[in-house]
């Protein structure tokens, strides 16, 4: 399914298909955040952690093998060698998978939550 081709309750069903599937991978502190209306690059962005970077590697692959298998959507990745940070691009959705020492060191939430917003799992 192409990007132009999905819909506001499409974007949002894929959002909770990544969720379940992060969840089901045993992602840790997982926080969703809205950007519609925020930018053009997607609608959500979904940043989640592994305690290793294999984990972190394994609930990448993971994830994009779901997307691809049931929903047909291919996502553009980067970093999943390291496993460090790995970047997971659905066009509507963007999600991250960091290791908890990276993801403390960039701190995307504070830079796309509201001021004052509370993380929520």
């Known amino acids: 399914m192409s990007d132009a081709s999905r819909t506001g ?9 990544i969720l379940a599937e992060l969840d089901d ?3 840790e502190e997982i ?9 053009e690059m997607g609608d959500y962005m979904v940043i989640c952690s ?3 970077t294999r984990q972190v590697s394994a ?3 993971k994830l994009i093998d779901t997307l691809k ?5 291919l996502s553009k990745v980067e970093g ?8 997971i691009d659905t066009g509507d959705v963007i999600v991250h998978v960091f290791r908890p020492e990276v993801r ?3 701190q995307l939430e504070k830079m796309w939550l509201p001021n004052g917003a509370v993380q929520a799992n």
């Open 9 to 17: 309750s499409a974007s949002e069903a894929l959002l909770a298909a």
């Open 25 to 27: 991978s045993k992602a």
């Open 31 to 39: 926080v969703q955040i809205d950007l519609r209306g925020k930018t």
């Open 50 to 52: 592994g305690r290793s």
């Open 59 to 61: 609930i990448a692959e």
């Open 69 to 73: 298998a049931d929903l047909g959507v």
């Open 80 to 87: 999943k060698e390291t496993g460090d940070w790995v970047l």
């Open 104 to 106: 403390e060191f960039y």
